[in-house]
DNA sequence: GATAGGGTCTATAGTCACTATAGGTTCAAG
DNA sequence: CTTGAACCTATAGTGACTATAGACCCTATC
């Protein structure tokens, strides 16, 4: 039986989080000392580490929540969760091309820069005006990995 | 004089961003009309363009909020700028390398999925097992862009 | 001048995935 | 039996917005 920080330590995972995940219901009610304080078997260990691994290849918590819905019914057609990873890995191609484009602009911005005043800096001259800028996905936004 | 729906679709802002940035202080207060309604100048116009392309390229708005402070002191010299764009493009560098290794699990544990049941799913079983994942930055994120 | 509608106002709460804090309790070692 | 680290709950904060509610304004048409 783990202590929520053995479990943090075993997992690499910070102990707020631990309670994070169990209060959304990712995690069940873990068994309590006669203090109070919570106890972790294998099982859990297991389930935590399944959604650490999801996370760090960037998938939402409510993917996760699902993947482990389909991980409890092995009976389950593996379509959904097909279904799940491709979506991810769509995003994550998407988040590329974007990222790629950015450094490229950036990187010939930062070049460009030969020193002096802020007056004559390419960098803020860049910023200011739009020409010659991306600016194809006006409002999007892209979190996490 | 521009309302602030005006403003909105000249710089392809939503509304409640602009109130947004002027209540954490990124845009000044403008003048009102006399019923009380915003009312913005071809200056502030510019700084929220600024402030957007700057967005678009990834750059925190705290990173931003000193752009434009620099950008406001012409006769600063633009180290500053520079350090602040090149530390952005190291962070996207950065992401881009990480994005790129998770593509490469992801792809794998995609293509490896032969359909059937959840029992045999070779991405839940990667999920699973954290033998050969990535795992270098365990408890890291990477907002935006 | 009245009215209709769309735009605008403020304030507040919600998003995502945590992280931090405060103030108290429990556990294990010595 | 005492110490101090680990644990508990509840709440608020992060970043960069987005959404909602309920009231008010502005302009055009009649």
Redesign the interface.
């Known amino acids: 039986m783990l202590s929520i920080g053995a479990l943090s330590r075993q997992t ?3 102990v707020p989080t631990i309670r994070y995940y169990e209060k959304i219901g990712l995690l069940p009610e873990p068994g309590r000392s006669t203090g109070g304080q919570r106890r972790y078997g294998s099982a859990e260990a ?1 389930r935590l ?2 959604i ?3 996370r ?3 998938f939402p918590l409510d993917d996760i929540r699902e ?1 482990l819905d ?2 409890d ?7 959904e ?2 279904a799940i ?2 979506r ?2 769509d995003l ?2 998407q ?2 091309e ?3 484009a ?2 490229g ?3 010939r ?2 070049t460009s ?1 030969q ?7 390419r ?2 001259e ?3 005006s ?1 020409a010659n ?3 194809e ?3 999007d ?5």
Do not use: N, W, Y
Not at 141 to 145: I, S, V
């Open positions: 690499g995972t910070k297991d580490a399944f650490r691994h999801a760090q290849l960037g993947l389909l991980s019914h092995p009976d389950r057609p593996c379509e969760v097909d990873a491709r991810q890995l994550i191609g988040r590329l974007r990222l790629v950015l450094q602009e950036l990187q911005m930062v820069c020193g002096g005043a802020t007056s004559d800096c960098v803020l860049v910023l200011r739009h800028c991306l600016c996905t006006p409002g936004r892209a979190p996490d990995a």
